[in-house]
């Protein structure tokens, strides 16, 4: 019997392949045009930034760094990814130097970015990574599958959290994620945006994030009466939370009141949760089970919620699923990864002389990109975010080596984390990871905080050395 | 340095946790329940469904079955989990018995699945498992990860690929998936829906699916000159497909004809694909290039294609990324698992009077939820496809015991697979499984497979015996 799937869960083995086919025959011409032209000690420079956030997003937060920076130090081909390569007709006339190439092929490159939990605006670099163009080129599809993913969902948690105004958010939606992987990378994205914890065992055990659940409606239909259910269950996990809907929501409270079950809490995951809350809270609180918790689950949004909270439903607190591990709403962030600069070993002349060379050193070749609504914006660059009476005023994008924004409390957004692929400082612990982003919140400007359709952008200008920079450079 | 981030390609080694948590202290409610009533040998039978579609679709095409029996067959519990699981304080009252048998754990049901590329309709069961009741709880969440996802973009795959009548789709969402390993089982799922091949290349390596790529923008930026780039590629990949539209698409194309390059195609991936394609077309003829292929990319969906397909554009295939890997506008599958029935050992006597049980050998405890929206049909089912003059005229759902209807081309659609924990069968190939559900659109009635929402809903009915088990059952 063969089954042909121990890829689902493949481990760190095989990430290399994990890859658009196209960085690869890009690398092998990159790799027979480095021979010709001795281009390799040239280093390109790679920004990934996000155009346009999803719908009704007015920020988004960064995650999946960890991810990335873990991707970058640890993938290498195997003889057998490399003999699958060669297989393929395709590479039929690349030569055996760059398979070479690939057996010893490591990430040696530089990468600066935002720590995870930070708050971003649209154009903004996430991540820059500086590297032989096809070490840079090769990790781009991994890079940009775990943040976008991760920074989507952190983005809708945050948002959701906001919306509860303090009131404790569970992830749950481990079952509608894109698979078991996005379910975890979920987990850990929706705790960095704020929640209190997950559904998601593995995220429990890997990540040491807090873990919650309940009961199924299969546990309460396998005894023969549900206060069977509730009574065996509430005798094991006292702490346990009892669901109260496999048949009558209300007509299950009265059953655990009679049947005297003094249960930590119950769970709403259908019908009106701000009328049974309602009417739950009542009949626990005349039955002397003030104590008893009221958890509301069941397709809740960020809308949803805080139509509740405004209307002071007695729920203490909410099991989010589908709408939060899939971004419901909008299930994409658009992050792109460009080339925006080459910079020339020391020895090398500049041959190019219609480019913009940068004044200091003329050894960077700056690059743009003039697609219809894709432009790009050339150089390294930096965030630097000028902050006044404890809120972001607004934020300057300018090219790395230009000096900080002086008279201003202004804070240079991205980091170096790996130097020559070496990683240079202790990765954040999750729980730093969402204190930090929480700090963040709280900088932003209120109205940026909305749910619905801010028709105002957050104000990200770039500086006047890279827009000098902009007017006067030839794309090619 | 310390980095936390091993698990996100984990191996097969930890899919046992990738579960929500509440099925592990269901487990010990279970086992503790067991123990004490002896109810060991019942077998708990359990179907996965969707109630409602995802927008506009009135079909689904399962997916995922693959990935479920390799994770039935392989999981386990290692001392790592158990010792974890042990150590969370909600586990404290919990016996020492409950975790060796974790350390036993094995899954020993029975399985009953519709095959992989099947078109299915709401409420129609996907997936039936039959095993002793903490087995078939304990697999909910993975099983349901897997199935409902892939469900979800063979389903999105099959109207993109139906919309471009005949012109090939390839996938292109590695970069928006969530995650690698959703972007992996995007590729799988799409390929089964009807698409010519992937970009991803582990899905190449791992499941032998046709690779594409063609180059991206940084490689055009990465040289001084624009048909540089194209040149060099070209003389490397002569059937590879360049990339026209890093600066001006049609500018691009008078390069390529100028420098004399004969390419096998080329991709237009930003401004208006039907404008672009007409005007590529004519340039490319008028130079002696009719063999020059067009590929079309960027934001494409079923809608655009069905336009641009209706419109003659000259695209002769179409790279279709971010819409399809997520199922952006609509991204869950909203399936759920649920008890339909408890089967007692031949010798247990039925303590259960007030049960609707089975005529045949008393033996089968029926089980339906009633919360309000979330009813569910009682027993094991079958799902019998009338099918006249090639068509599919008609579903009825049926206990799995009823005859098959007669007087009918009549197809039984769930398959066992799983015996006792044994394959029974060998899976078949991704080519199979594609072929199969080709054949199955061209069964299914042409008006539902219109891409807009349709009105009419595919008739599947309850057999007699089942609407009246549902008339008599009470639910506790």
């Known amino acids: 019997m063969l089954l042909a799937s121990d890829y689902v869960d493949n481990g760190v083995a095989d990430i290399a392949l994990s890859t658009d086919f196209y960085e690869l025959t890009m690398a092998a011409a990159y790799h027979r045009s480095d021979f010709e032209t001795k281009r390799r000690k040239k280093k390109a420079i790679f920004e990934m930034f996000v155009r346009k956030l999803p719908r009704n997003r007015s920020y988004l937060v960064a995650a999946g760094l960890e991810q990335a920076i873990y991707f970058l130090t640890k993938m290498r081909f195997k003889d057998k990814h490399i003999s699958y390569i060669k297989s393929l007709k395709i590479f039929k006339d690349v030569d055996q130097n760059f398979f070479q190439y690939l057996k010893r092929f490591k990430f040696t490159g530089t990468v600066w970015a935002v720590p995870e939990g930070s708050i971003l605006f649209p154009n903004e670099p996430i991540i820059r990574i500086e590297a032989p163009i096809i070490e840079a080129q090769i990790v781009e599809t991994y890079i940009l599958s775990m943040i976008n993913f991760q920074s989507l969902i952190a983005t809708k948690a945050s948002r959701i959290v906001a919306a509860a105004k303090g009131k404790p958010i569970i992830e749950f939606g481990s079952r509608r ?142 099991g989010v699923g589908t709408e939060l591990s899939t971004s419901r709403d909008d299930p994409a962030m658009n992050g792109v990864y460009k080339l925006v600069a080459i910079r020339l070993p020391a020895s090398s002349p500049s041959n190019c002389k219609k480019k913009y060379n940068d004044n200091l050193n003329g050894k960077v070749l700056y690059k743009i990109k003039t697609s219809p609504g894709k432009k790009t914006y050339p150089g390294a660059k930096q965030i630097h975010r000028i902050i006044e009476n404890n809120i972001i005023k607004e934020d300057v994008i300018a090219l790395e080596d230009e000096k900080k924004i002086s008279g201003h409390m202004c804070v240079p957004l991205l980091r170096k984390f790996l130097d020559n692929g070496k990683i240079l400082c202790k990765m954040p612990s999750i729980d730093e990871i969402q204190r930090y982003h929480c700090q963040q919140v709280n900088l932003l400007p209120p109205k940026f905080k909305d749910l619905d359709f801010v028709p105002e952008v957050f104000p990200v200008i770039y500086s006047e050395k890279l827009e000098a920079m902009m007017r006067q450079i030839k794309p090619e």
């Open 177 to 318: 994620a894109h698979g078991p992987q996005a379910a975890l990378l979920a987990a850990r994205a929706s705790y960095i945006g704020g929640c209190m914890g997950t559904s998601n065992t593995l995220a429990g055990y890997k990540l040491g994030i807090p873990l919650f659940g309940t009961m199924a409606h299969s546990f309460v239909m396998s005894f023969d009466k549900e206060e069977e259910a509730f009574k065996e269950f509430n005798s094991l996990f006292p702490s346990g939370y009892l669901l109260v809907d496999t048949y009558d929501s209300l007509a299950a409270i009265k059953k655990i009141i009679d049947a005297r079950i003094h249960t930590s809490g119950i769970r709403l995951d259908s019908g009106d949760p701000y009328y049974l809350s309602v009417e739950v809270r009542r009949l626990l609180n005349y039955a002397g089970h003030s104590n008893t918790r009221i958890m509301a689950s069941g397709d809740l949004n960020e809308y949803l919620i805080r139509d509740l909270v405004n209307r002071d439903a007695p729920i203490d607190f909410f």
